[in-house]
Every structure is written in structure tokens, then in C-alpha cells.
T-cell receptor, first 112, second 116 residues
Framework: EAQVTQNPRYLITVTGKKLTVTCSQN?????MSWYRQDPGLGLRQIYY???????DKGDVPEGYKVSRKEKRNFPLILESPSPNQTSLYFC???????????FGPGTRLTVL | AQKVTQAQTEISVVEKEDVTLDCVYE???????LFWYKQPPSGELVFLIR??????QNEISGRYSWNFQKSTSSFNFTITASQVVDSAVYFC?????????????FGSGTRLSIRP
């Protein structure tokens, strides 16, 4: 089944404790992206990747890092999480930037 | 400026009523793409439709229909004979341009509640 998977689905952590949210797709998509969803703000892009080893900042990249060492994986790294990063995070992928993006199930992160 | 406006924050209708969700976009690009996504209470984002700027033909898929009007920069979504399962947050999105620097822009969403 074609899908985008994210882990973990739920995470509660404390300020400053490094964490990684994994994202994997099995559709051989070149384009992958991370978003955060906050009430009243819709989805905002954090980082995106056009292909392996090619990443770029979205609209709200501060406090996040990403890497794209393999085509299928695009982890999101929070080196020192803060409470304002409490949010619902989505990973998405598409065959190219102009194609439809398919989203993972979401990761609900709470930073205390 | 590139922007998507969904002015209706929340809509509540009784089952079987028709309902239209508005989406107005801003872009200077002549090539762009428009999308609608549905987010049911379970939280996942479900793709509904993708439309490019050169195709103004309206589309119908079952009870769903979309009206794309470049003259008013609108891409409205209508649900006919609404059902309780249609209750969700609906997002309109714009992908302006056609380059590696293109970034998708989402509206703030419209929460639709269908009452039995």
C-alpha cells in the first residue's frame, strides 16, 4: 500500500531534550516536506527536500533541522525543543513539487 | 503577495443541505496549482482535488463539486446533500509558480459541521 508513515504518532517531552520524528514514504517520491499545524493558522511549511541531499527552508524553519540521506526518509530533528514547538506535525511527499502531496498521519508533539 | 483566504472559519448546516466553502487566492504567477484537502476528526489529511491554472473547467465528483474562476481568483467547493461524514476541516491550498522554489501555501481552513 502506497503510504507516508510517521513515528511517533504522539510524543510528550520536556524543554531541551533532543528528539527526532521520522518520516518514510514507499512511493519513490522525490519531493518531501514537513509542516506544522496550529489552530487558526492552517499548515505552515517547515522544510522541504527536492531530492536526496537537497533540502531548503520553508516558512517556519527556526528550531528545526532535517536531513535527506535516502530518498524514502526525511526525519525532522528538534535539537532543543521549546514549548512553542508544541504542535501537530505532518510529513508529505509527492513525485515532484507541482504534483499532489500525500500526507502522513501526523505527529502530535507536546513540549512541557 | 501569495496568499490563500478561507474567510469562513466555521460553518454548521443540517444534514442534506447544500453547502459551499469559499477559497480566494492571490498570486502574480500565471502558472499555479490549487488543491483542496479534507481533515476529518481523526486528524489525517485527505487529498480531494488538484487543479492547474490553465484548466478552468468545473469538476464534479459524486456529491462534491468545485468552481474555479480565475476572474475572481476563487476556487470554491460545494457539497451537495451534505452528510454527517462530511464533518471535517477543509483546507484550500495554492502552489504558485512552476519551479524548484515553489512552495505550497495553505489557507487557515474551514470547519464544517453537519448536524443530523
Amino acid at each position: 500500500e502506497a503510504q507516508v508513515t510517521q513515528n511517533p504518532r504522539y510524543l510528550i517531552t520536556v524543554t531541551g531534550k533532543k528528539l527526532t520524528v521520522t518520516c518514510s514514504q514507499n512511493m519513490n517520491h522525490e519531493y518531501m516536506s514537513w509542516y506544522r499545524q496550529d489552530p487558526g493558522l492552517g499548515l505552515r511549511q517547515i522544510y522541504y527536500s527536492m531530492n536526496v541531499e537537497v533540502t531548503d527552508k520553508g516558512d517556519v524553519p527556526e528550531g528545526y533541522k532535517v536531513s535527506r540521506k535516502e530518498k524514502r526518509n526525511f526525519p525532522l530533528i528538534l535539537e532543543s525543543p521549546s514549548p512553542n514547538q508544541t504542535s501537530l506535525y505532518f510529513c508529505a511527499s509527492s513525485s515532484e513539487v507541482t504534483d499532489t502531496q500525500y500526507f502522513g498521519p501526523g505527529t502530535r508533539l507536546t513540549v512541557l | 503577495a501569495q496568499k490563500v483566504t478561507q474567510a469562513q472559519t466555521e460553518i454548521s448546516v443540517v444534514e442534506k443541505e447544500d453547502v459551499t466553502l469559499d477559497c480566494v487566492y492571490e498570486t502574480r504567477d500565471t502558472t499555479y496549482y490549487l488543491f483542496w484537502y479534507k481533515q476529518p476528526p481523526s486528524g489525517e489529511l485527505v487529498f480531494l482535488i488538484r487543479r492547474n491554472s490553465f484548466d478552468e473547467q468545473n469538476e464534479i465528483s459524486g456529491r462534491y463539486s468545485w468552481n474555479f474562476q480565475k476572474s475572481t481568483s476563487s476556487f470554491n467547493f460545494t457539497i451537495t446533500a451534505s452528510q454527517v461524514v462530511d464533518s471535517a476541516v477543509y483546507f484550500c491550498a495554492l502552489l504558485p509558480g512552476y519551479s524548484s522554489a515553489s512552495k505550497i501555501i495553505f489557507g487557515s481552513g474551514t470547519r464544517l459541521s453537519i448536524r443530523p
